[in-house]
């Protein structure tokens, strides 16, 4: 069952790293080109200069962003305090595991893993997270 919005910020977790990756290489490939720009003393037009530094600017804020998000469900993740439950979710959401891939590492059917993870979700994940 998708908890709509908290199960699909849970899923997000995973392309985060991805996501990250891909706008950093952006934002250093934009700081290069303006520091090589710099040694060749090339300016730029004031429009076009504008319109870099409200990327990078953006960029640097998605990044940020996305690294908050990240370290907000680690934090709920790593510290429920239940062992299977947070288990469970460190398979799902940090090593992307399927049901019953989790299921044997934790010694419990997919079913019962799956109720684990959405009364975990309900009870406990739903207020940290909204």
Known sequence: ????????RLRKYSLQKVEMHYLET?????????????EFQITLDDEVQSKVDERIKKLEQ???DLQKEKELVEKIILELEDDIAR???KLK?????VWSDIAKRVGYTERQCKRIHDDTIEKVISDKLF
């Open 26 to 38: 952006e934002l250093r490939t934009a700081k290069e080109m303006l520091e090589t720009l710099d």
């Open 87 to 89: 288990e469970i979710f």
């Open 62 to 64: 998605q990044i940020a």
């Open 1 to 8: 069952m998708l908890h709509n919005p908290i199960e699909r």
């Open 93 to 97: 959401y940090f090593s992307n595991q």
